[in-house]
Each structure stands twice: as C-alpha cells, then as structure tokens.
C-alpha cells in the first residue's frame, strides 16, 4: 500500500471567505484527534480549499479565491445553491459528520491522482506559479537523492512537518519576494515572542489565554521555560491559521500548569517557527543582503529542518543572502527559508552586508574525502530515531 | 592520498566527560577499552579510567570501515594523542557542564589539538548540562571563549548515551569540514 493511502501525509486544507468566528470554529474542529489526517493552512499551496461563499459579495469572494486556487479541488459552504466548476456543494448549516464523510471522499480522489504521478512528479505538477499557472518545474537533483530508505522516510516526514510543499520561485524577480515571506506578528509565533519578551523583562510568568482548549504559559527564572498542556496537533495548527481566528491575550500568570509539557523557551519557540514558517522567509530577512550564522543551532537539542546542517555549516563560515544560497545549494527554497526562519527568530542570525568576492570559497573547493564523508553521513542518517 | 584503513575520527576531552561511552553507542563492534581502576583524582570521579585508548569501529556500505579512537582524558598520557590523530579526519571534543570550567578544559584540549583541528573538523559535546541550573550560561561562555580563538564549531549540548546526540554531533562535525555533503536527509 503506498503512503498516500496510508494517510501519512496530512491533507493541506485552506479556508476562504470564512468569518472570524466560523473560521475560530473549524479551527477547534480540525484540531481534534479525529482529523490528524489534515491541516488547515492559512495560505500557499493547498490540496483541498473550503470556500464560505455567504459573504457580502460572493462572487469576489469567488473570484478572489479561484485567483489564488485556480485548480484546488473544493468544498462550498452556502444557505444558497451554489454550482462552481470542480467544487461540491454543501448548504449551511453544514453537520460536521457529513463534512467529515465529504472531505475523505475529495481526499480519496486528491491521493488516486497523487497515485498516478510520481511522488516527486505529483509535488510539481500541483505547483502554482505566482502568476497562477501551473508548472512542471523539475525537482532539484539533490532533492531526488535518496541513499536510504531510512533516510528517505526521515525527510518526507520532516519537509510535511516543517517545510510544506512551497514551490521554489525566480527570487531574481522581486515581485515575487512577497509570496514567500511570512510576518510572524499574524501568527501565534508573533504573539508567543511577546509573552516570552515580557517574561524576560518582568521576571513575571505571563500566560497566553483565549480559545485554547489548555494552558500555556511562560515561566521567568535563571531560563525561560515553556508549561503548556496543549497537544502538539492543535499547537501545529494554531502556527498555521492567522492570529485574527484565535482570540487570545497575554496576562500575568501565577498557578503552575499542574500534569502539563515543560520545555525550554528558545527549544519551543524554534519548533514553533517551523511549524510556522513553512517553507517561508521571515519577513525580516532580506531576501538579497547576506547574513552570517553567529553560531550553529544546538541541533541535538532542536529540530534539524531537511539540509538544516549543512546551511549552518555554510552560514558560520561566511555570510550569504538567502538569493545566492538559494541559487548555489541546488536544494528545495522551502528548506533554506524554513531553516533561516527559525535561526532568525532564536537570534542567532545577523545581517552581514559584504561585498560577494572572497565569500564563497565552500562552494568552489572540491574535497577530496568528500565522497567518503557521504558515506559517513549515510551511515549515521540511517535508523536516526534510535 | 589517505589510506582507507587509517581513517579514523578521534574523541577526546576530560576524564568522565562520556568519550568512551559516544564510542560505544557509535561502533559497530563491541568497543576495546584499557579501562583501569582508577588511583589518583581521577576516583574521584569514575571508579575506572581509560589509560591507554577506546577502541570502536563503524562500517559503511562496501565493507569500509571507520575506526573510532578515544584518548585518555588524563593529561599525563598526552604523548599518545599525537600519535592517535595520525590518519584522522575529525575531532570530537566530549566536555563536561558540571566540571566547574569547561571553559578552561575546552582551552586546554584545543591548544594541545591545534594543528589537528587545523586541518580537520571539530565538534563539541557537552555532556551533563542536566545537572546544571544555568546550562545558557554555560553554552554561552563556551562560545565566546571559542570566539576569541577565532573558532566557530557546533557545540551541542549531548547525552553520550544517546546514539542520535553522537551521530547528530559526528555528522555537523563532517558538515564544518565540508559543508557540500550532499546528504537527502540532513
């Protein structure tokens, strides 16, 4: 049985048209244990679009969506009919079992069509370029090396969990700059810096509260650390939906989360800005000036995003822009913007505007114990979880 | 060129820091250990010491072989270290937190490996942190002291008991040496 049908990879999911409220509403509901098979994104590539289409003006938000959308396959929410190209139907007030039961189906056919394209093919073929065609980019050779089954499983794991499927993009065109940025001030990352941030200068514990079904606060001492009694799907899904649909605020915080998760600030913040970015650039990183890594990632004790090690082996040594290590590595733009994401937001990366020359030694020298040392890695890449 | 069989990858740092345990959860073998009971400052710390080398060994596909060496952390068996090195393509610098400097041995065992890591890699595996209140405080300290020897290595906080720390740690070690390694799943 292949993977697609195992449902090993959550299904992308994005909402549209949907009010503040409703949207809050199918949030919770997709963060439930039943549809870990899912994911709601708030935006960029998705396999599946939900459409609320009573909106003041539902043909705009028709238009505006399909703009976006062109192919995705959809569901319309209406208390009217509604017949829409390549869409099904559903009236409002629309029950969460049939909705369910709908979604499994539109998913049965978004795997048979994976199914019959390649698994690297059918990550192309969805792709959509800016200008809202869809191209057949070919997939970088680095990206279709797989020595290991282990390995390879490890990575398909790791690019649904923290890169996403992006497309990469011409970064050489600055129109297209915006569409692979994120602003972490529209997401639960923006807020979670903040409380840490107050944390830090009050000494006080502050406590991030709302909609959450669980606690989550931050404790000041000698280091910041994280209690929390959320389960890893909904925080997931709390990084991906816009700050506007969870309804929460930061307040001092004086009773322990009793039975709850304790982790290191910086260690969960780093995750979270993984889950957050998704295989986009942090809007403070300039695309074209080149950064320098202060130091590397303590990668045994946060998560090492696909190509993780070797970006930070490249970053401490001389400084580079995002546009030239996207252009030299050969490897998906989803894993280098992710990975600059999350050093970013830990503080760990410094704009370092030089001159190119002299900057780029790494990527000219031909190491003779190279081949040697793949062997190495493949060795210790294999049975990682052990 | 290198002779395939003398490649190696060597650990070394203070007495109990956890080099004869990476060793062991790396190696293929059931790793060698001239283990001894311990006589001097070193009781103090462990019951045994390793006095001459630990001895592990990892293979790669075709039937290559990596050999993994550990030098005795004392500092009075320091004559062996240059002879260990010969042939070695990395080094792994095992500290521990809970020592009241590891700056200070840090210093020590990069001075005594310079031209070693020179021309090679260097990775740093601190081991212990969990037994310390501030181990921020700690990394940082190392950083900067590893700053003002112009050095810019991974330090990972590990557990050498851990085969995913080690190999996390061997792995940025051969990534700073030669950051083109193509690896799908790095």
Same mark, same amino acid.
């Given at each position: 049985?292949?993977?697609?049908?195992?449902?090993?990879?959550?299904?992308?999911?994005?909402?549209?048209?949907?009010?503040?409220?409703?949207?809050?509403?199918?949030?919770?509901?997709?963060?439930?244990?039943?549809?870990?098979?899912?994911?709601?994104?708030?935006?960029?590539?998705?396999?599946?679009?939900?459409?609320?289409?009573?909106?003041?003006?539902?043909?705009?938000?028709?238009?505006?969506?399909?703009?976006?959308?062109?192919?995705?396959?959809?569901?319309?929410?209406?208390?009217?009919?509604?017949?829409?190209?390549?869409?099904?139907?559903?009236?409002?007030?629309?029950?969460?079992?049939?909705?369910?039961?709908?979604?499994?189906?539109?998913?049965?056919?978004?795997?048979?069509?994976?199914?019959?394209?390649?698994?690297?093919?059918?990550?192309?073929?969805?792709?959509?370029?800016?200008?809202?065609?869809?191209?057949?980019?070919?997939?970088?050779?680095?990206?279709?090396?797989?020595?290991?089954?282990?390995?390879?499983?490890?990575?398909?794991?790791?690019?649904?969990?923290?890169?996403?499927?992006?497309?990469?993009?011409?970064?050489?065109?600055?129109?297209?700059?915006?569409?692979?940025?994120?602003?972490?001030?529209?997401?639960?990352?923006?807020?979670?810096?903040?409380?840490?941030?107050?944390?830090?200068?009050?000494?006080?514990?502050?406590?991030?509260?709302?909609?959450?079904?669980?606690?989550?606060?931050?404790?000041?001492?000698?280091?910041?650390?994280?209690?929390?009694?959320?389960?890893?799907?909904?925080?997931?899904?709390?990084?991906?939906?816009?700050?506007?649909?969870?309804?929460?605020?930061?307040?001092?915080?004086?009773?322990?989360?009793?039975?709850?998760?304790?982790?290191?600030?910086?260690?969960?913040?780093?995750?979270?800005?993984?889950?957050?970015?998704?295989?986009?650039?942090?809007?403070?990183?300039?695309?074209?000036?080149?950064?320098?890594?202060?130091?590397?990632?303590?990668?045994?004790?946060?998560?090492?995003?696909?190509?993780?090690?070797?970006?930070?082996?490249?970053?401490?040594?001389?400084?580079?822009?995002?546009?030239?290590?996207?252009?030299?590595?050969?490897?998906?733009?989803?894993?280098?913007?992710?990975?600059?994401?999350?050093?970013?937001?830990?503080?760990?990366?410094?704009?370092?505007?030089?001159?190119?020359?002299?900057?780029?030694?790494?990527?000219?020298?031909?190491?003779?114990?190279?081949?040697?040392?793949?062997?190495?890695?493949?060795?210790?890449?294999?049975?990682?979880?052990? | 060129?290198?002779?395939?069989?003398?490649?190696?990858?060597?650990?070394?740092?203070?007495?109990?820091?956890?080099?004869?345990?990476?060793?062991?959860?790396?190696?293929?073998?059931?790793?060698?250990?001239?283990?001894?009971?311990?006589?001097?400052?070193?009781?103090?710390?462990?019951?045994?010491?390793?006095?001459?080398?630990?001895?592990?060994?990892?293979?790669?596909?075709?039937?290559?072989?990596?050999?993994?060496?550990?030098?005795?952390?004392?500092?009075?068996?320091?004559?062996?270290?240059?002879? *260990?090195?010969? /042939?070695?393509?990395? @080094?792994? &610098?095992?500290? +521990?937190?809970? =020592?009241?400097?590891?700056?200070?041995?840090?210093?020590?065992?990069?001075?005594?490996?310079?031209?070693?890591?020179?021309?090679?890699? *260097?990775?740093? /595996?601190?081991?212990? @942190?969990? &037994?310390?209140? +501030?181990?921020? =405080?700690?990394?940082?300290?190392?950083?900067?002291?590893?700053?003002?020897?112009?050095?810019?290595?991974?330090?990972?906080?590990?557990?050498?008991?851990?085969?995913?720390?080690?190999?996390? &740690?061997?792995?940025?070690?051969?990534?700073?040496?030669?950051?083109?390694?193509?690896?799908?799943?790095?």
């Amino acid at each position: 049985m292949s993977r697609m049908a195992r449902y090993a990879e959550p299904l992308r999911i994005v909402l549209f048209g949907f009010s503040e409220r409703n949207a809050a509403m199918l949030t919770q509901l997709f963060s439930g244990i039943r549809w870990k098979d899912y994911v709601l994104v708030a935006s960029g590539p998705a396999d599946l679009g939900i459409v609320e289409l009573d909106t003041p003006s539902p043909e705009r938000t028709w238009l505006d969506y399909r703009r976006q959308y062109p192919q995705t396959l959809s569901i319309v929410l209406s208390l009217q009919d509604q017949k829409r190209e390549n869409t099904h139907f559903m009236r409002k007030p629309v029950d969460t079992a049939e909705l369910r039961s709908t979604i499994d189906i539109l998913r049965k056919r978004i795997d048979e069509s994976k199914i019959r394209l390649s698994p690297a093919s059918a990550g192309n073929a969805r792709r959509e370029s800016v200008s809202g065609s869809v191209t057949s980019t070919p997939m970088p050779a680095s990206a279709r090396v797989s020595t290991q089954h282990a390995a390879d499983e490890m990575d398909c794991e790791l690019e649904e969990r923290f890169g996403g499927n992006a497309p990469d993009v011409d970064l050489t065109d600055p129109r297209v700059h915006p569409t692979v940025v994120y602003d972490p001030g529209q997401y639960f990352q923006g807020l979670l810096e903040q409380a840490i941030n107050q944390a830090r200068t009050s000494g006080i514990a502050q406590e991030i509260s709302g909609n959450l079904p669980g606690r989550l606060r931050i404790v000041a001492g000698s280091e910041l650390t994280i209690e929390h009694s959320l389960r890893v799907p909904f925080l997931r899904q709390m990084c991906l939906v816009g700050l506007q649909s969870i309804k929460t605020t930061i307040q001092p915080s004086y009773d322990p989360v009793v039975g709850g998760t304790h982790a290191k600030a910086s260690e969960f913040l780093w995750q979270v800005a993984l889950w957050t970015a998704r295989g986009r650039l942090r809007k403070s990183i300039p695309i074209d000036v080149p950064v320098r890594l202060l130091r590397w990632p303590n990668f045994t004790r946060v998560a090492a995003s696909p190509h993780a090690m070797q970006i930070a082996a490249i970053l401490v040594r001389a400084p580079h822009s995002a546009l030239e290590l996207s252009a030299r590595l050969r490897i998906p733009q989803r894993h280098l913007f992710s990975f600059l994401s999350a050093v970013e937001t830990s503080g760990i990366l410094e704009l370092a505007p030089v001159a190119a020359s002299g900057r780029a030694a790494w990527a000219t020298r031909s190491r003779p114990l190279r081949a040697l040392f793949n062997r190495i890695i493949n060795v210790l890449s294999a049975d990682a979880d052990k | 060129m290198k002779n395939e069989a003398n490649y190696k990858i060597v650990f070394t740092g203070p007495v109990g820091a956890g080099k004869t345990t990476a060793i062991g959860v790396l190696s293929d073998i059931p790793p060698i250990s001239t283990d001894e009971a311990a006589t001097d400052m070193t009781a103090k710390r462990k019951k045994s010491t390793t006095v001459a080398l630990d001895y592990g060994m990892m293979r790669l596909a075709g039937g290559e072989r990596i050999h993994l060496y550990g030098t005795p952390g004392q500092e009075r068996f320091d004559f062996m270290w240059e002879i *260990l090195t010969e /042939g070695g393509i990395g @080094l792994v &610098l095992m500290l +521990d937190g809970a =020592r009241p400097s590891p700056e200070q041995d840090m210093s020590f065992f990069l001075d005594a490996f310079k031209d070693f890591i020179s021309s090679t890699g *260097l990775a740093i /595996g601190v081991t212990r @942190l969990d &037994l310390v209140e +501030d181990r921020d =405080r700690i990394l940082k300290s190392l950083h900067e002291r590893l700053g003002r020897m112009n050095l810019n290595p991974p330090v990972f906080d590990v557990d050498a008991r851990s085969k995913r720390d080690v190999r996390m &740690l061997v792995k940025a070690m051969l990534y700073a040496v030669d950051p083109e390694v193509n690896d799908a799943a790095a």
